[in-house]
């Protein structure tokens, strides 16, 4: 690893392009503090700046417990919806940036952890992983993101399940579910997502920026009106003179050929 860095909640280290961004607490499970997001925020604009993907991970026993709730229980309303608005605005930072954004996920993925890991584009799970939005028994609600993006991943019902009734997922069932797109054995995750940030920072750049930014927006369009982008945008990449060179590549038999499943 080149270019490591360690702060009191995150470290950095870069490897082929791909930065690695350890949520750094884990004598709190990596409970997520103010500073927390803003140590977060710093990370993310360096890997926006120097790298081609980032994986997340988390140091110690767990990916993130969620939310502070020391530091919260002190806040007044506002203070409250500055901080929520704060998350929102770091995650998407994460959600609608330039580059993938791949997490290895083990123990807990809870509360704002979960909201944290929706935020990334792939979700690598180890069998340690488990998953629950605990708010409800908090006397709490989601802050962090949550009822856009786990909502959206899971349905609905399963996340109304998860909050009401406080039910905890397996790494299997967050497959099941959606919350996650790969399990791998105890200790594994961070170097799959490795394998899969490296599989993505080697795509076109204004492919994987449309892949990120506009894939998400046409989900919200009217069908028509999704058609209609996609058009614009298949148009914009295929045009583009990576995409040009990549396809002639193609063509002359220069590039690899997709690898049919259980192949190698």
Known sequence: MSGATTSEFVTY????????????????RNAISDRFVEAIATAVQRAEDEAKAVVVFGHGDHFCAGL??????????IEGV??????????????????????ALHGAVVGGGLE????????????????????????IFVGGGGSVRVARLTGVARMTDMMLTGRVASAEEAERWNMVQYVVPKG????????????????????????????????????EDGLFVESFISSFTATSPEAEERLRAFLEKRAARLKTPGNT
Request: no cysteine; glycine share 4%.
């Open 13 to 28: 280290e870069l490897k082929d392009e791909i930065a690695h961004i350890g949520l750094n607490r884990p004598e709190k």
């Open 188 to 223: 594994e995750a961070r170097a799959k997502a490795h394998e899969l940030a490296k599989a993505a920072a080697a795509n076109a750049s204004l492919s994987n920026y449309a892949v990120i930014n506009a894939l998400p927006r046409i989900q919200d369009m009217a069908k």
């Open 68 to 77: 502070d709730l020391a530091e919260h229980v002190k806040k007044t309303p």
């Open 82 to 103: 500055r901080g929520s608005r704060r998350w929102h605005a770091v995650f998407s930072t994460i959600e609608h940036g330039t580059i993938p954004w791949i997490s």
């Open 116 to 139: 944290l890991a929706a935020s990334t584009h792939i979700r690598v799970a180890d069998q340690s992983a488990f998953f629950a939005l605990p708010e409800g028994q908090r006397g």
